[in-house]
C-alpha cells in the first residue's frame, strides 16, 4: 500500500474522524492506527508519552509511506504535534479542542470543554482559551472515564447511565439567568456517547464533534488523490497489541477495514 493517510488514536474513537476523512476524501485510502496497548493517554506522563508516539510514528512512516497523517486524538495533539511536525517531513493533521467555533458559536458565552484530563491540564488547550475565548466563560470538565465507557459502549455493551451522568454533570452551568449553550466534545471517542449525552442533559446544548473540520484541513494537506481503481477494501488498520478482541474485531471489519 502506497501513499495512504495514516489516522492515529490510542483506541477507537478516531473512527469518528475516519469516517468524515472518507466522506471529504472518497478516492483516497486510509491505515487506521490504534495504540491500544497504550490505552489510555490521559494516565501517561507527559515525557513517556512522547517518547512512545514519536516512535510508533518512526515505524509507521517507515513502514508505510503516508502522504499525510491525522492524530485523531486530543491528547496525544495538544501534547506532541510540534514534536512530530519537527521531527517528520510529512505533513500532520492534529485534534485540538474546538474552543474557537464554539466562542463564536455562543449565544451565552457560557462554554463547556469535556476532555481527558490530559487535553485539560495542557498549555495548549489554555492557549487556545487565551486566544480565542476571552470573551466567554469556559469550563474545562476532565473525565478519567469516559473515554473507557465510549470504548465498552460501541462494542455493545449497556453504559451506565447515573455514572455517564456524573462524567458530565460539571457541564452544564447556569450564571446570571444564562445557561451553557456548547460543549466542545474534546476527545475523539465522545461523539459515539453523544446521543445518550442528549437524553441526560437538563437543558438542549450543542454539543461540537470536530471530526468534519478535521477532514477538511487533512482533504488541503495531504496532495493529490489516489488512483480511484484501487481494490474495494484496501484500508486496514493496525492494532499495537497485536491482539484486539472479538467485538473489536467485528467493529472494525464494520468499518470496512482488514486486520
Known amino acids: 500500500m502506497s501513499d495512504p493517510i495514516l489516522v492515529f488514536d490510542s483506541g477507537i474513537g478516531g473512527l469518528t474522524v475516519l469516517r468524515e476523512l472518507r466522506t471529504v476524501m472518497p478516492d483516497r485510502r486510509f491505515v487506521y492506527?490504534?495504540?491500544?496497548?497504550?490505552?489510555?493517554?490521559?494516565?501517561?506522563?507527559?515525557?513517556?508519552l512522547v517518547q512512545r508516539v514519536s516512535g510508533l510514528f518512526a515505524e509507521l512512516i517507515a513502514t508505510h509511506r503516508p502522504t499525510a497523517a491525522v492524530i485523531a486524538c486530543n491528547t496525544a495533539s495538544t501534547l506532541l504535534l510540534p514534536e512530530l511536525r519537527e521531527r517528520f517531513s510529512i505533513p500532520f493533521v492534529g485534534t485540538v479542542p474546538a474552543i474557537k467555533p464554539?466562542?463564536?458559536r455562543t449565544r451565552s458565552?457560557?462554554?463547556s470543554v469535556l476532555a481527558t484530563p490530559g487535553t485539560v491540564r495542557r498549555d495548549y488547550t489554555r492557549g487556545?482559551?487565551?486566544?480565542?475565548?476571552?470573551?466567554?466563560?469556559?469550563t474545562l470538565v476532565g473525565s478519567q472515564k469516559l473515554a473507557g465507557m465510549a470504548e465498552s459502549h460501541i462494542r455493545g455493551h449497556a453504559v451506565d447511565g447515573k455514572a455517564?451522568?456524573?462524567?458530565?454533570?460539571?457541564?452544564?452551568?447556569e450564571r446570571d439567568g444564562r445557561r451553557t449553550?456548547?460543549?466542545?466534545?474534546?476527545?475523539?471517542?465522545?461523539?459515539f456517547l453523544a446521543n445518550i449525552f442528549r437524553?441526560?442533559?437538563?437543558?438542549?446544548?450543542?454539543?461540537?464533534?470536530?471530526?468534519?473540520?478535521?477532514?477538511?484541513?487533512a482533504f488541503k494537506v495531504s496532495g493529490a488523490a489516489v488512483a480511484a481503481e484501487l481494490p474495494e477494501g484496501f484500508d486496514h488498520a493496525v492494532f499495537t497489541s497485536g491482539a484486539?478482541?472479538?467485538a473489536t474485531r467485528r467493529l472494525i471489519h464494520g468499518f470496512g477495514l482488514a486486520l
Do not use: M, S
Request: with cysteine; proline share 9%.
Open 164 to 173: 455517564l451522568w456524573g462524567e458530565i454533570a460539571e457541564c452544564f452551568v
Open 128 to 138: 487556545l482559551i487565551d486566544n480565542f475565548a476571552r470573551q466567554c466563560e469556559v
Open 244 to 246: 484486539p478482541d472479538h
Open 199 to 217: 437524553k441526560l442533559a437538563p437543558w438542549p446544548v450543542d454539543w461540537l464533534d470536530p471530526a468534519e473540520a478535521i477532514a477538511r484541513q
Open 181 to 191: 449553550d456548547i460543549v466542545v466534545l474534546a476527545c475523539t471517542h465522545y461523539p
Open 33 to 48: 492506527v490504534v495504540d491500544d496497548a497504550g490505552f489510555p493517554y490521559g494516565d501517561w506522563e507527559e515525557a513517556p
Open 102 to 104: 464554539a466562542a463564536e
Open 109 to 111: 458565552g457560557l462554554v
